[in-house]
């Protein structure tokens, strides 16, 4: 049961929608409702809501973090692994890539 509210807000929206097909994809928007079975409507506010709070986590430093811990965890797997081979020229690599990875931290 949907309050008698938002069902009028979603008939206006649809409506809306289809009145201008080319700023919402609708024949898109349409075949996702029939494959997922959720309104349209839904689907479009969600694409929007998606849409605009992706770039949120890059201005809060969560991008840093992980680009950080894929330069930092992998070198450090490798290395422990290229120790363990005991072969030089491996050696050699991931040691220059630590110098590399210190001067560019710094």
């Known amino acids: 049961m949907i309050h008698p509210q938002l069902e009028a ?63 930092f965890v992998y070198p450090a797997y490798m290395s422990f692994k290229a120790i363990d081979s005991g072969n030089v020229t491996v050696d050699t690599q991931w040691l220059t890539d630590w110098v590399v990875f210190a001067f560019i931290s710094i």
Not at 16 to 30: A, C, G, H, I
Not at 35 to 42: A, R
Not at 43 to 52: A, M, N, S, T, V
């Open 9 to 71: 807000f979603l008939e206006k929206t649809e409506s809306f929608l289809s009145k201008y097909p080319f700023l919402s994809e609708y024949e898109k928007l349409k075949d996702l409702e029939e494959k997922t079975g959720y309104n349209k409507v839904y689907i479009f506010f969600l694409g929007l809501f998606l849409d605009y709070l992706s770039p949120i986590p890059y201005f809060l430093g969560v991008a840093k973090l992980v680009t950080d811990l894929v330069s």
